[in-house]
């Protein structure tokens, strides 16, 4: 695993994120001269020709391989769920975990399907974040130990990261976050399959939220720091650990595209090692995407979490880096390029 994380406050963080490194120039000319010659019409091969270039460049390797992915589960709890915006009590928070390192959940079975791993990392599931409504999510203590636990759960020696999560009202937290950072409303959707009443209530505490820390909402890491929870924060710093390791990131649906947007809403860019695994179906994911200017490679109507979407997207780069990284040149199978 990572060493620990090297900051200590959010300056610290700050700082990491305007020093990222890009994609290896030198790496993705080759293989875009690679995929030039190789035994299909150009542009035969659609977006897997796109995915195989980024991946390149970013693993400075013109041929790469992926080797394992690694798909790491952050849960948390969240004060805001007092206010009833769930279908499901904040205990399933730590019984889900529990269904995750057991290997009974979903992502277990998608994780093995694709020959991923899965870490999964609780965030003091005993102690939720306060109740946004009222107070700030977190302390700015809080707010920094979760980026670090983040930073420190990314493998140096994943070939493709995908940060997933878990936790009881995380979707109203997710919408509050999208709220402030890109204004607007209709952030709320079903999430765990609440009513009318119960989006109703989500809307109701993502206003509430909104009005009581507007003062303080210009800056991403506030608004993740008030109205965010540490699964969140954890996951915005597993995708910034990852930049910074060269190791390409599948997002997964709306929770985790709120977590990214600080990252991007902070520092334009941020996110270019970072691809969208999937659409999901809460509304807000699709508006998410369209401010972040991805496109997922998926759009199956999951809405569950844990990785899922991304996880199955896994299986698309293994293919485009299979055909880009195995298959023959003209050349080399003897046929004629015409």
């Not at 102690?127 to 990314?154: H, K, N, Q, S």
């Not at 915005?236 to 977590?259: K, Q, S, Y």
């Amino acid at each position: 695993m990572s060493r620990t994380a090297p900051f200590y406050d959010l300056a610290g963080f700050r700082a990491l994120l305007n020093t990222m490194p890009a994609p290896d120039k030198v790496s993705s000319e080759a293989a875009r001269a690679r995929d030039g010659h190789l035994t299909k019409p150009p542009g035969a091969l659609g977006r897997l020709e796109e995915i195989a270039l980024w991946y390149a460049g970013w693993r400075a390797d013109p041929r790469p391989r992926m080797g394992t992915a690694q798909i790491i589960i952050f849960a948390g709890n969240h004060g805001v769920a007092v206010r009833g915006v769930s279908a499901f009590p904040a205990s399933v928070t730590a019984q889900m975990v529990a269904n995750f390192r057991a290997g009974g959940a979903a992502i277990n079975q998608l994780a093995a399907t694709f020959g991923a791993r899965v870490d999964v990392v609780a965030l003091n599931l005993d102690r939720p974040t306060a109740d946004f409504t009222e107070y700030p999510a977190m302390t700015d203590a809080e707010l920094v130990a979760a980026l670090a636990a983040g930073w420190e759960a990314v493998d140096p020696d994943a070939g493709l990261m995908v940060p997933g999560e878990m936790g009881i009202a995380n979707t109203c937290v997710a919408a509050a976050v999208a709220a402030a950072l890109y204004g607007g409303t209709g952030w709320c959707g079903p999430g765990t399959g609440v009513d009318a009443a119960g989006i109703a209530r989500k809307e109701a505490a993502v206003a509430a939220g909104l009005a009581r820390h507007a003062h303080a909402l210009a800056d991403p890491f506030e608004v993740l720091r008030r109205l965010g929870g540490r699964e969140l924060a954890a996951m915005a710093g597993a995708i910034l650990c990852a930049r910074h390791l060269r190791v390409p990131v599948l997002l997964d649906g709306f929770i985790c595209t709120a977590a990214a947007a600080v990252l991007e809403c902070a520092h334009p860019g941020a996110l270019d090692h970072a691809l969208a695994g999937h659409l999901s179906a809460e509304g807000g994911h699709a508006r998410l995407l369209h401010h972040l200017g991805k496109d997922p490679l998926l759009s199956l109507g999951l809405r569950l979490g844990e990785g899922s979407g991304a996880a199955l997207a896994i299986g698309v780069v293994q293919g485009a880096l299979a055909c880009h990284s195995g298959m023959a040149t003209f050349a080399e199978a003897g046929v004629a390029a015409g």
